[in-house]
């Protein structure tokens, strides 16, 4: 099993350029999660998709899409990349009984100039 | 003002050291108080979780939740160089309140050889 996996682990962007970061789980969870974590600022909710085929936003979610693709993959896109989108990107996942537990990914490092 | 807050540190300690990591919150709603550890450049993974009041011990950690105060606590004893990581306190509602967490800033530990 490789739990959560992301792609890419390190991007530069400039300014207005745009991006997708992959995400995907073979541990057949139902809810899946994208967080930014910066300095001071902690891990913040981008969006989360509770089940295929649903997303919600959470705290932060201007700037950002997602797409449940499947039950697997779970993308997040900056349309138009900005110098406050500079952060780490986390995706995660958590069952249902296991709601407590969220498995996250080792992260994308996204710089934008 | 933040739902929840940690205090950052760093916070730097001897081997064998006991170390206590607080967490407040102000929403009375949550029900759940878990702690994550994250090693320098991971993800978060979960260490463990409590419900309601009271205390819950596993191996050198013990956690500790008062929520007459809105107050929850950490306890590592016997510290190790092998603890040294980031650790993030995080909430969530009751049952009804779905899977969104709600995750402190986290605290930076090091503990010296």
């Known amino acids: 099993n490789a739990g959560v996996t992301q792609t890419p682990k390190f991007q530069v962007l400039k300014t207005g350029q745009s991006m997708t970061l992959q995400c995907a789980q073979d541990m057949n969870h139902n809810s899946m999660y994208w967080y930014r974590q910066d300095p001071g600022m902690g891990l913040r909710l981008i969006y989360y998709s509770a089940s295929e085929g649903t997303t919600d936003k959470g705290e932060v979610p201007n700037g950002y899409n997602v797409s449940r693709l499947n039950k697997r993959e779970f993308s997040l896109r900056l349309e138009s990349a900005a110098p406050s989108q500079t952060s780490v990107y986390f995706c995660?996942?958590?069952?249902?009984?296991?709601?407590?537990?969220?498995?996250f990914g080792p992260g994308t490092r996204l710089t934008v100039t | 003002q933040k739902e929840v807050e940690q205090d950052p540190g760093p916070l730097s300690v001897p081997e064998g050291a006991i170390v206590s990591l607080n967490c407040t919150y102000s929403n009375s709603a949550f029900q759940y108080f878990m702690w994550y550890r994250q090693y320098s450049r991971k993800g978060p993974e979960l260490l463990m979780y409590t419900y309601s009041s009271g205390n819950k011990e596993d191996g050198r950690f013990t956690a500790q939740v008062d929520k007459s105060s809105k107050y929850i606590s950490l306890f590592i004893r016997d510290s190790q160089p092998s603890d040294s990581a980031t650790y993030l306190c995080?909430?969530?509602?009751?049952?009804?309140?779905?899977?969104?967490?709600?995750f402190g800033e986290g605290t930076q530990l090091t503990v010296n050889p």
């Open positions: 995660a996942s958590s069952s249902d009984r296991g709601r407590l537990e969220q498995y």
């Open positions: 995080a909430m969530k509602g009751g049952e009804t309140s779905g899977s969104r967490l709600t």
